[in-house]
Each structure stands twice: as structure tokens, then as C-alpha cells.
């Protein structure tokens, strides 16, 4: 009996200690790699659909956060978004929406007009991250498809019927419909807060 | 003084882990596709052998033999851990060229078996000793190996490009070429071994 108490009690220890030190490493290392992150996978995909937009400020240094809901534990759930700007006044915000394809992580990064010819229209869209089917989902990132949506106006939801489905992959082109839909949602939502 | 030397440089030659010991061959087949990801791999895996060597010999008295594995795992898994999460945040583009094998270090022989055989009967200093030797082993193999892979399969060294106009057999880089490079070196370290042992 003594000997299954020591056990217990060792074992316990040992896994409490552990959860306690990765607790505290995972405080300590989750500013750090998110913005690893987001200057290794998002700056890129921001200057993409940024392109040719002249903007001269930093969208990646002026990101802004906005909060989109909360998870099970009540605490918010937020994304970045940034902004493009020209002589002080937002031209474009970029936003990104990670939703669920055929695999989930399929996130995109939407560019939405807010001055000049472009105002109230999508400018490009990005692919972030895609993890679809190869040689099908994965497709969504070539040019030919995401193209389509540059220059569609925000006014209303884009319908999953009204556009060039990727072939073979309904499923994603729905997917990506739903993350543009959801963007100019939350742009909306928070226009002020992100033309400021 | 002479004893923790002498268990710090058994890793490098007498026990040199992929070859000597064949130990760990998963990561060493799967990740030694260009010297820099060997050397990475080999880096995380001395950090998590030393400080794993180090703590199971630290608490080597207090645990009962009949959990003593599960004990040696729960250590080696936070720091695996902890690599984890340090290599995202400091080394982004290694931690996503070495993918799975990060977290997968947890399953390397090398580590647990050093915690069995080593570091769960000897003192700290000779288990860190041990530790930093046979990691250092290590890296130099992964390193070495990717490095003939990276020469021979891409032409390149480190990344940077060694000779124009050569066209790189491919074959080395994928993964049939891990198991004919492995074993070549195999070959060349067991032939030099058979010569050290017949001149003695």
C-alpha cells in the first residue's frame, strides 16, 4: 500500500511540475512567436494584396486588433487587422479569416477598399494558409481563382452560386466565399475603430 | 575530473549514436536533407538530452523503480516541449522544415535510452557530461550526413550554392537517398572501426 501512495505521489508531483514550467514557457513564448508569425506568414500575403496600392505606411507596424466573438471560456477571440494608408488617410484594411475547407486552417486574407475608385469594393484577395486536397483545394491560391474576386463590391454577401467554382472542389470554393463574406462582416462591424 | 571527460568523449567516436549505437536512425533518415536541417535537428536533440540526462539523474533516487519510465517520458516531453515553443518564436522557417520531428523527439531512443541506461544511476555532472557528448555526437552526424545529401542531391552547401553547371543527383535528397547515404557511412565507420581494432 505505502509503496502504491509513493508512486502516486512522485508521479504526481513530476507531471504537476512539468504542466507548471510549460505554463509558464508558453506565457512567456506566445508575444514572441506571434509575431514571428505574423512577419514570417502574414507580411507577405499582406504586401500581395497591398500590391500596387502605393500605400506609405507600415500596415504590418499599424495593425490594429478587433475582436470577433468569444471562445467557450468567455474570453475574446480577436484578429489583426491592417491598414493601408496614404497621406494619413486609410485607403484599404486587410483582413484575415481562417475557416474550414475540406481541412480546416484555410485562411484568407482580404482586401477591402476604402477610399477613391476602390471604396466599398474587395481589392484582391490572398491565400494565407491551405492545407486543401493537392491538385484540387489546393488550387485556391492560384491566380486564375482568386482573381475573380477583385473589384466585387462589398455591398452585399457574395453568393457561393455567383461565382467560377475551382472544379473538383466545391467545397473550398465555398470555403473561401464564406472567409470573404465573414471579413466584410467584421469590417463592417468595426469601420470606425479601423478607419481611425 | 578524468572520468566526466572520458564520458563526455565517448559520444564523439566509441559511442557515436547513429552509427555506433544505431540508435535514433527515424530523424536521422527523415530530417538530414541539407546540413543546416541536420544541424538543427541535432541541436534540439542535445538541449532536450542534456537537460533531460540532468534532471532523471537529479530525481533518480526519489522515483520508484516500477514508474520510472513514465516519469523519464513526462521530463523528456516538457522539454520537447519547451524546444518546441522556443523554436517558434526564435527559428520559425527551421521549426516548419522540420515539422513533425520536433514534437517526435519525445519517441528518440537516444534520449530515453541514455535516461534508462545512463543517467538514472549515475550524478549529475557525469549524466550531463554524458548528456553533452553523445548530443554533440549526434549533431556532427546529422550535420555531416545532411551535408553529403545537400552536396551531392542539390549542389549546394548550407544553402549557398557550391558549383555552377552541375547537375545534382536528386535521388540523394529523397527519401530512398537517406537509406543509401546511411548506409554507405555505415559502411566507411564500421570498415575504419575493423581497421582501428585489427591494428591494436
Given amino acids: 500500500m505505502r509503496k502504491i501512495i509513493r508512486m502516486v505521489v512522485v508521479l504526481t508531483l513530476i507531471t504537476g511540475l512539468s504542466g507548471m514550467t510549460l505554463a509558464y514557457v508558453d506565457k512567456f513564448t506566445a508575444k514572441p512567436i506571434e509575431d514571428t508569425k505574423i512577419k514570417l506568414v502574414k507580411a507577405p500575403a499582406v504586401q500581395e494584396v497591398f500590391e500596387g496600392l502605393g500605400a506609405d505606411n507600415d500596415p504590418i507596424a499599424d495593425r490594429k486588433k478587433v475582436v470577433v466573438g468569444k471562445d467557450s471560456h468567455n474570453r475574446d477571440i480577436s484578429i489583426f487587422a491592417f491598414p493601408a494608408k496614404k497621406g494619413g488617410q486609410v485607403i484599404a484594411v486587410a483582413l484575415e479569416t481562417i475557416v474550414t475547407g475540406y481541412n480546416p486552417g484555410l485562411g484568407v486574407m482580404t482586401a477591402i477598399g476604402t477610399a477613391g475608385k476602390d471604396k466599398g469594393k474587395i481589392i484582391r484577395i490572398g491565400i494565407t494558409s491551405n492545407a486543401e486536397t493537392p491538385g484540387k483545394g489546393s488550387r485556391a491560391s492560384e491566380p486564375g481563382f482568386k482573381g475573380q474576386f477583385s473589384g466585387r463590391p462589398t455591398g452585399e454577401a457574395i453568393s457561393p452560386t455567383g461565382i467560377d467554382a475551382l472544379s473538383g472542389a466545391t467545397v473550398t470554393s465555398r470555403a473561401v466565399v464564406e472567409a470573404i463574406n465573414e471579413a466584410v462582416k467584421i469590417f463592417k462591424a468595426n469601420q470606425d475603430k479601423l478607419m481611425s | ?200
Fill in chain 2, 1 to 200: 575530473m578524468a572520468k566526466v571527460v572520458k564520458e563526455f568523449t565517448k559520444g564523439f567516436w566509441e559511442q557515436l549514436p547513429p552509427f555506433k549505437l544505431v540508435l535514433g536512425l527515424c530523424p536521422t533518415l527523415a530530417v538530414t536533407t541539407s546540413a543546416e536541417n541536420g544541424a538543427g535537428m541535432g541541436v534540439a536533440t542535445t538541449f532536450v538530452l542534456v537537460c533531460s540526462n540532468i534532471i532523471v539523474s537529479l530525481i533518480r533516487k526519489v522515483i520508484p523503480n516500477e514508474v520510472r519510465i513514465a516519469s523519464f517520458i513526462v521530463v523528456i516531453a516538457s522539454f520537447v516541449v519547451i524546444t518546441e515553443l522556443m523554436m517558434q518564436a526564435y527559428a520559425y522557417p527551421l521549426y516548419q522544415s522540420l515539422g513533425i520531428f520536433i514534437p517526435l523527439i519525445v519517441v528518440n531512443c537516444i534520449i530515453l535510452g541514455r535516461a534508462e541506461a545512463f543517467a538514472s544511476k549515475r550524478g549529475v555532472l557525469d549524466s550531463a557530461a554524458d548528456g553533452l557528448g553523445i548530443g554533440i555526437g549526434y549533431t556532427i552526424a546529422l550535420t555531416v550526413l545532411g551535408a553529403i545529401r545537400e552536396i551531392i542531391g542539390s549542389g549546394k552547401i548550407f544553402g549557398h550554392v557550391l558549383f555552377g553547371g552541375f547537375m545534382p543527383l536528386r535521388f540523394l535528397i529523397e527519401p530512398p537517398g537517406a537509406f543509401v547515404a546511411l548506409g554507405s557511412m555505415l559502411a566507411i565507420i564500421n570498415f575504419i572501426s575493423a581497421r582501428q581494432k585489427s591494428r591494436r
